[in-house]
């Protein structure tokens, strides 16, 4: 069984619409594929609806967590009921606030000599949950970088850089909670991505552990064989299951569907803890 728990679409700052996203994940080998789009479900029915032969869904969702008073991170929710109320309202909060934000980046580019538009920003992002990495192909049009991840240094983009603007991101404890009490399951998204910006420490780790935690994303592309090794380690003693995702974001990011995996057992142990949603089969 080939698993991949972690892919982005166009319903986010991926490029491959959720059609088109579980048809090649089909054509690359995978048995189960998630699609955990950023702060949003929005793409889980037409994924849902193309789903080819063969190939399991798992729906889910990357939610924008903030944790030791200003640490941005990511919290992977999986198989949780989208209905919800109070976990379906935060996510509406973190998408307004996306909008205010990337407009605010867009300003900033624009005062700092970069000729984008918020017309054409919100044109790449086509409806889906706007973010950075739509900025940045804006900049990259404008000729004003090379690719998406020169946008993503402290002259531009990048967590402080010059037009970095901030948005409103759910505590990550809270989003543990809100999760699971929508009946899903938490698995914090690359808890290691130091080349991102700054990460939580393992006391932290450990008190989402507390708040509920089901696990963590340990092998990633962000994550050297030093950091994979530490955060396996962490799991253990914390009894946390352990992932691994190709965090698949289409052409924003150089990584295929299915090049990292997770096991079936850690996968079985996720869809057995959560009741919200069923993985789907066509
Ligand atoms: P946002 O959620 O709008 O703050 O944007 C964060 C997204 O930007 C992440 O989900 C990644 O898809 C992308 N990203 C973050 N860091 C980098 C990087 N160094 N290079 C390319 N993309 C990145
Ligand atoms: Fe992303
Ligand atoms: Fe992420
Ligand atoms: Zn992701």
Redesign the pocket.
């Given at each position: 069984m080939r698993i991949d728990l972690?892919?982005?679409s166009t319903a986010?700052?991926g490029t491959d619409a959720p059609a088109d996203l579980v048809r090649k994940a089909r054509a690359a080998g995978l048995d189960v594929v998630a699609l955990?789009?950023?702060d949003t479900t929005a793409g889980w029915a037409e994924a849902a609806e193309a789903l080819p032969d063969g190939l399991t869904l798992v729906r889910g969702a990357?939610i924008s967590c903030v944790a030791e008073g200003g640490i941005s991170l990511?919290m992977?929710g999986y198989l949780f009921d989208p209905a919800e109320p109070k976990f379906a309202r935060a996510r509406e909060l973190v998408r307004t606030d996306r909008v205010r934000r990337a407009e605010a980046m867009v300003a900033r580019c624009r005062e700092l000599g970069a000729p984008i538009t918020w017309e054409r920003v919100r044109e790449i992002a086509g409806g889906g949950a706007v973010g950075r990495p739509h900025v940045a192909t804006a900049l990259v049009e404008a000729g004003v970088v090379a690719d998406v991840s020169a946008a993503f240094t402290p002259e531009w983009l990048r967590d402080g850089g010059r037009a970095f603007v901030g948005k409103y991101e759910i505590e990550a404890a809270d989003a543990v909670r809100l999760i699971t009490g929508a009946g899903g399951a938490a698995v914090f998204?690359?808890p290691g991505a130091v080349t991102r910006g700054r990460t939580v420490s393992d006391a932290t780790i450990a008190e989402l552990a507390e708040a509920g935690l089901a696990g963590i994303e340990v092998d990633h592309m962000d994550h050297d064989d030093t950091m994979r090794a530490h955060l396996r380690g962490l799991a253990g003693e914390l009894r946390l299951i352990t992932t691994g995702?190709s965090?698949y974001?289409g052409t924003r990011k150089t990584i295929n569907l299915g090049e990292i995996t997770t096991d079936p057992e850690s996968y079985g142990a996720i869809a057995e803890l959560a009741t919200g949603a069923r993985p789907l089969t066509p």
């Open positions: 972690h892919t982005h986010s700052d955990t789009d950023h990357e990511h992977l998204a690359h995702s965090d974001h």
